[in-house]
């Protein structure tokens, strides 16, 4: 063949391909020469002009612009054969989904029961109430302790021929200190100081006074014993033997004479007592100088001091109450002088101080009269 017509031919061989694939508006020499053309492997049949009509678009509801396209990665396939264009497969995205509401970080979570325990109103323990009506008006009872005594001073001797101590015996003989056991009644009265109160926490409590007086029997005394051969004063190398010392103090009774001051506090009353003790004390001493020569005296009388403390009382089934004080007490000092000894060499006479002040602790029952609530 001559080139041109080889040209020819290849142009038509070109064309055909072309029109095959070029969807033209339409034509029935087209269409069938795109019918005759097999469909390429994994790829679906082309569409003759017939197909080409696209279905009515169902009408979508107005949505928010969707985020852009995530590509998506197809599967590899088989290459697809000479002259065959590749197949576009179009993607339709899902639609979106809300985004969550976004709570900052700082906000507390809500609490249902806030509102209830914000309602519910705390109230402190109240710690005391006016119970004075509990513990006005008149009482009587008993009580029993123990007391201690302490004081006085050693045995003085003096030569009333030279004035000083020349001559005198040396004894030692410290000041006594006694203790024992006592017991009584008491009687007082209680109520309320006016309006006055004393701030107790969330609560006042009422301030109240009274009086009250006891009358006690009394084991407190002691004794001493100071055992010889004794020196002379200014007579080296001389004795008394045997010689012996004694000595004893007591207070056989005693009465107190107190004002009380406190504040109730429910069933306990708090208080702070003073006033005046009066008391029948005793003292002897003896100077033993062998022979039957003996320098003694002996002394009883009324001494009166201060008497200050204070206590607890507590409210017990009816109209009773129990108490328990401290006391400090002074009933002072005696003295107790010898005469001048009537036997040689009778010029001397020996004194000794007694003390008489010291601590006592107490408890008592007591029960409450007429005109009382019940506690």
Same mark, same amino acid.
């Given at each position: 063949?001559?080139?041109?017509?080889?040209?020819?031919?290849?142009?038509?061989?070109?064309?055909?391909?072309?029109?095959?694939?070029?969807?033209?508006?339409?034509?029935?020499?087209?269409?069938?020469?795109?019918?005759?053309?097999?469909?390429?492997?994994?790829?679906?049949?082309?569409?003759?002009?017939? #197909?080409?009509?696209?279905?009515?678009?169902?009408?979508?509801?107005?949505?928010?612009?969707?985020?852009?396209?995530?590509?998506?990665?197809?599967?590899?396939?088989?290459?697809?054969?000479?002259?065959?264009?590749?197949?576009?497969?179009?993607?339709?995205? =899902?639609?979106?989904?809300?985004?969550?509401?976004?709570?900052?970080?700082?906000?507390?979570?809500?609490?249902?029961?806030? #509102?209830?325990?914000?309602?519910?109103?705390?109230?402190?323990?109240?710690? /005391?109430?006016?119970?004075?009506?509990?513990?006005?008006?008149?009482?009587? !009872?008993?009580?029993?302790?123990?007391?201690?005594?302490?004081?006085?001073?050693?045995?003085?001797?003096?030569?009333?021929?030279?004035g000083d101590s020349s001559g005198c015996d040396i004894v030692n003989s410290p000041g006594l200190r006694t203790s024992g056991v006592f017991g009584g009644a008491q009687m007082g009265y209680l109520m309320p100081l006016s309006d006055l109160t004393l701030p107790l926490g969330s609560s006042a409590a009422p301030i109240m006074i009274g009086i009250e007086g006891d009358i006690q029997g009394s084991g407190i005394d002691g004794k001493q014993n100071v055992s010889g051969p004794f020196n002379f004063v200014g007579f080296p190398g001389i004795t008394c033997s045997p010689? /012996?010392?004694?000595?004893?103090?007591?207070? #056989?009774?005693? /009465?107190?004479?107190?004002?009380?001051?406190?504040?109730?506090?429910?069933?306990?009353?708090?208080?702070?007592?003073? !006033?005046?003790?009066?008391?029948?004390?005793?003292?002897?001493?003896?100077?033993?100088?062998?022979?039957?020569?003996? #320098?003694?005296?002996?002394?009883?009388?009324?001494?009166?001091?201060?008497?200050?403390?204070?206590?607890?009382?507590?409210?017990?089934?009816?109209?009773?109450?129990?108490?328990?004080?401290? =006391?400090?007490?002074?009933?002072?000092?005696?003295?107790?002088?010898?005469?001048?000894? /009537?036997?040689?060499?009778?010029?001397?006479?020996?004194?000794?101080?007694?003390?008489?002040?010291?601590?006592?602790?107490?408890?008592?029952?007591?029960?409450?009269?007429?005109?009382?609530?019940?506690?």
């Open positions: 063949m001559d080139p041109r017509t080889i040209g020819v031919i290849a142009a038509v061989g070109l064309l055909v391909p072309i029109t095959a694939y070029a969807d033209p508006p339409g034509g029935d020499i087209v269409d069938q020469i795109l019918k005759t053309l097999p469909p390429a492997p994994g790829h679906p049949a082309p569409m003759t002009s017939a #197909d080409a009509t696209p279905p009515a678009p169902t009408p979508v509801a107005a949505t928010p612009a969707p985020p852009s396209p995530v590509p998506l990665s197809p599967a590899p396939a088989e290459a697809p054969p000479a002259n065959v264009p590749p197949t576009t497969v179009a993607v339709t995205p =899902l639609p979106p989904s809300p985004a969550p509401a976004l709570v900052p970080a700082s906000a507390p979570a809500p609490d249902s029961s806030g #509102d209830v325990l914000a309602q519910q109103t705390v109230t402190p323990p109240s710690l /005391s109430t006016d119970s004075s009506g509990s513990w006005t008006g008149l009482y009587l !009872g008993g009580n029993f302790g123990y007391g201690l005594t302490r004081g006085g001073g050693a045995l003085s001797c003096l030569n009333i021929a030279t010689c /012996s010392f004694s000595a004893t103090q007591g207070i #056989d009774w005693f /009465s107190t004479v107190r004002g009380r001051i406190g504040v109730p506090v429910d069933d306990v009353f708090i208080y702070a007592t003073g !006033g005046v003790m009066f008391g029948e004390v005793v003292a002897s001493q003896t100077l033993n100088l062998g022979a039957g020569a003996n #320098d003694t005296v002996s002394v009883r009388k009324t001494n009166a001091g201060p008497v200050v403390g204070g206590g607890l009382e507590f409210n017990l089934s009816g109209p009773f109450t129990a108490k328990i004080e401290g =006391l400090y007490y002074n009933l002072g000092d005696v003295r107790a002088q010898t005469q001048p000894m /009537s036997s040689a060499p009778g010029n001397f006479f020996n004194s000794k101080t007694f003390g008489y002040h010291g601590e006592m602790i107490r408890v008592g029952i007591n029960i409450k009269l007429g005109g009382l609530g019940g506690s």
